[in-house]
């Protein structure tokens, strides 16, 4: 006998798959057309798979289990507890993005990164997720539909098997990348601070293109392992009060101990080369406003300098990109924005001299070591199509600086060779909201009538970028 | 000389509408005249350009305030009464009958310190019962998005979509200031209401007999 019945199972599946479809209904009324369609796409097909699925389950086992009551009542139960799970997921995981989602009014930014990410693949619906934890981050679900309906399919019979396959079909029509972008919400209305989402974007990228499988060290720094390897096997176990001085040697093989320091350091080095590979193309493709708003970021978020199993410490990061802006062709001429890098490369060369690496950072952080003009040949070979350099820098930023400066948006320029406006890219806006903010603030400050507040000034500032992102943008897909 | 004075200026006399040629010429200008940006030539005529619908909105909401008294008022009060919302290209505002939304043009605007300018409401729009705006003069100098009054004084609500042509910016030649005003700040999207700022009301005030 279960504690609970079967009538009671099925009671709860409907009133979970109704209540969820009114959910999403009026969610998806809270967003402007178009946002997350792909998204709630999926989870409609989803729910109506669960639907199928239970319906044609309960009609084969009452047909195959009818004379053994008993044994109908367990598994009725147990596929609506596989359907419960399901709708579980889209209640805790899913709807919550969807609602967040609903919040956003980032729209302004939105086409642009659109365009950015369309560049490598077609294949990608994008959501912006504002937070109020400060951090950024990128979720990207791959053929999640798929993989929902996949589960339910493992416990499906020929029939269901069968009634499923529509929902599938449709499922695989679905845009392989779902992914979300998340974003603090305290950093919505700065474009300069947004800028930290070419990192995230950089992320989707390193997945979609398996940058990361290709890039990651096939061998670990042989020496530092065997001291981590020897230091964990001399480290002394907990046995409680009055008990025998034991240590990881005395327990348990060298060949576990060093398997499961082999495991810890493999995981940490994957997580720390796919945050180095995101950092260097996000350099490439930004250029310079990449190490200021990530300067920034780690300030703002009072991050000690140190390493954890998911990130290289703030030091390591910012030296990376400093050295990639360096091979890019920046820090040798006397511009502004060559002074202002020169300057970080100096305070965070020192500070990165005095980076202490312990026990698997420091394995880490040698493999890497030794492993790092190689990595960047080949993430190179990446953005070389798209890297902007120095060159292409002293192009494009000045005209849009000036205008900057003059507290005018600037969308859009003549350009005299082909007698055209020509709207002005997304990376110049950054680079000199970048650059003003950085080096000559005060010429900007000067466009406003005097005793007025600062922060409303910089706010001001970061509109004028907004605007000229949003209508850039407008002006590049005008047909 | 002004920031926002280019060198290619022709002399006419003050108060002149002026010409599509003109108009074109001075929008190359890198800091001179700017209304930007410009979707399709066909938006530049003589005399006047056109402007189209931003993606911000302030509207009015309902709020425990009885009245609005605009001395009392001090800045976020002026929130309690008004919002922002976005609209995102493709979707559109519902502005209903006899309702009163503040809207922004899309394109910015800068005027050099020798030409102002007036906001018109397209006709089209005007005779579905749309008004656009009631301060229609833009100063020489001025730079921003302009803030436009929108209500709908018709019968049927109507849908304002972002990008869409609601109006035009007559350009005329002005005598030039001597230099560029200083901003208070340099609006992108519609501005609440700052009347609560007006140094007049102290002095108001000061009359009163109690």
Known sequence: MQSIDQKTYLSVVDQKLYAIRKLTKDLQRALPSQVSAQFIRALVLITSAVETFLLFRVNYLRATLGADPAELEVQIAFNARVALRILGTIHQQYLPLLHAGSRHNEYLVYPSIDRAVKLFTSEVELTLIPDFEYNYAFVGIETFALREIDKLEKHSDQATQAALAGVKKDAAAIKRWITFLHFPMADRDSALSLCILAHELAHLVDKHMGLYQELIPKELDKDSFERLVAARRSSPVQTGPGGPQLTLETLFTKAWVENQCYLACTQMLENWVREIIADILAVHAIGPACYFAFNDFFAYMGSENRSSRTHPPAAFRLLGMLDELKDMGYMISSEMVDIALTAGLQRVTSDATHLKYAEEAEVVQKTIQTNQTDLLAKIRKVTSKYSFGASRYQDSVPTVLNRLKAGIAPIEFYDEKSDVMRPASVRAILNAGWELYKTDLTSFYANFKAGGEELERLDNLNQLLFKAVEASEVKRQWR | ?210
């Open chain 2, 1 to 210: 000389m002004t920031e926002l004075e280019g060198d290619r200026k022709p002399q006419r006399p003050t108060g002149a509408v002026l010409s599509r040629e003109v108009l074109l010429q001075r929008l190359k200008g890198d800091l001179d005249l700017i209304v930007s940006p410009i979707l399709e030539d066909s938006q530049v005529g003589d005399g006047s350009i056109d402007i189209s619908l931003g993606t911000r909105f302030i509207r009015s909401r309902r709020s425990k305030m009885t009245k609005i008294d605009f001395p009392k008022l001090d800045k976020d009060g002026i929130r309690d009464f008004q919002e922002s919302v976005v609209v995102p290209f493709g979707d559109e505002y519902i502005l209903h009958p006899r309702s009163f939304v503040l809207g922004c043009t899309f394109e910015f605007i800068a005027l050099p310190s020798d030409i102002c300018g007036f906001v018109l409401s397209r006709s089209s729009y005007g005779r579905a019962g749309l008004l656009i705006a009631t301060a229609t003069f833009v100063h020489p100098g001025w730079r921003g998005c302009l803030t436009l009054e929108l209500e709908n004084l018709g019968e049927i609500p109507i849908s304002l979509k972002p990008l869409s042509t609601v109006g035009q910016l007559v350009l005329l030649n002005a005598s030039k200031l001597p230099e560029q005003p200083a901003a208070k700040l340099i609006p992108v999207g519609p501005t609440f209401t700052a009347l609560n700022e007006d140094p007049r009301w102290k002095k108001i005030e000061a009359l009163s007999p109690r």
